[in-house]
Nanobody
């Protein structure tokens, strides 16, 4: 198992930036692909970005060019750098771990989830 704890959320103005962090426990972190998802009020949890063991990435069209996913295996941490934030980015953001070598966008592909961190973007 891997346990995940997100941090870095908060309230920002439109056009601003935030960097989310997801700290993982467990010695096998480097063997997991990692993803970020988000869930806005009244909506289903949706894919944001994913990163593979080797650093390959995948992004949802809504965030491509604005968000960057990265990982530091030495620190057992995955990051989501969010720039040019929009009000529609407001959501609870969750990180997730996938035991397989892939960068999937489906929730069912991920085995472990964090508790989420709130991101609110004001206009």
């Amino acid at each position: 198992q891997v346990q995940l704890v997100e941090s870095g959320g908060g309230l920002v103005q439109a056009g601003g930036s935030l960097r989310l962090s997801c700290a993982a426990s467990g010695r096998t972190f480097s063997m997991f692909s990692m993803g970020w998802f988000r869930q806005a009020p009244g909506k289903e949890r949706e894919f944001v970005a994913a990163i593979s063991w080797s650093g390959g990435s995948n992004y949802a069209a809504a965030v491509k060019g604005r968000f960057t996913i990265s990982r530091d295996n030495a620190k057992n941490t995955v990051y989501l750098q969010m720039n040019s934030l929009k009000p529609e980015d407001t959501a609870v953001y969750y990180c997730a771990a996938d035991r397989w070598d892939r960068i999937g966008s489906n929730r069912g592909m991920y085995d472990n989830w964090g508790q989420g961190t709130q991101v609110t973007v004001s206009s």
